[in-house]
């Protein structure tokens, strides 16, 4: 390795020039190669006529449906094929991924997608820059165990980010639904109907909360776009991930599903709500004396000994020094 080093310091310049070349190339190879793509790729619009066609060609009664739009991008080709058949465990693996996209607010559609992309990117990006780092240096293991403990972090990192995107915003709602859901039994109340209660109550919360108001718009949308009042009480729970609006929207459920009084349930909710909250507080208060105990014995203390023995430390220091030199 060291003679191959030699032998290209002394061809080529030192080991700092030739790395300055290589970057300059695969900058210029990727410029190049990006403008290629964009000037001869086809155009999306003929490319889903063309696609229509065949399909037109190929369908029959017993199995025409819709016509999704394919996502045929950069990023598509590395996620993979959506069209690719899967087994049960991996099928039930990205269900559970687009629900905790859903939770975290990311709805688009494109957002599965996104996040295999980035983690995919994540995992040979962190290796790779640490190689071109050290790429003049020898190979050795302790190198390798470097990358595949990079390659592994790059892995984890984006399902970390998420988890705390995740509960960061549920957070959020928890927190401002108690005043929503006051909002929303004042609302029934005065004699709005539950699909304008939850639009009303989403003009109102947005400042405080606006992701509980786009949750509250987005079952309005749903039950305006003939979706059973069920379902997207159901779907709202699942988005949020939150057991307070899961609770909230099973006691909806369950009076729109027997006719009970709404405002009732509503007021006797909000104040088990009000109560829950209380408690919550009155825990977290209580949590506070156990937390400050390991500050104060670490950092208050020493220096409240510090303050009151020291002037009598330094008085005894004095006084015994001269008595044990003499």
Known sequence: MNNLFTIIENN???????LIQILVFCSVALTIGGVTFLLLRRNPASK?????????KQVTPESSRLIEKEDTGFIAKIAGSKKKTLSPSEAEGRRKMRIQLLQAGFTSKKSYRNYLAIRIVTTILLPVLFLVRSMFFRLTPEILVICLVLAALGYLLPGLFLKMLIQSRQKRISRALPDALDLMVICVEAGLGLDMTFKRVGDEIRPISPDLSNEFYMVNREVRAGRPRTESFKNLGLRTGVDEVQNLMALLTQTSRFGTSMAKALR?????MRVKRRQLAEERAGKAAVKLTLPLIFCIFPAIMVVLA?????????????SMGG
């Open 12 to 18: 080529l310049g030192s080991p700092e020039v030739l």
């Open 48 to 56: 889903r006529l063309s696609k229509l066609v065949e399909e037109k």
């Open 268 to 272: 006797v909710h909000a104040n088990a």
């Open 310 to 322: 020291g002037p009598a430390a330094l008085r005894i220091m004095s006084s015994i020094m001269p």
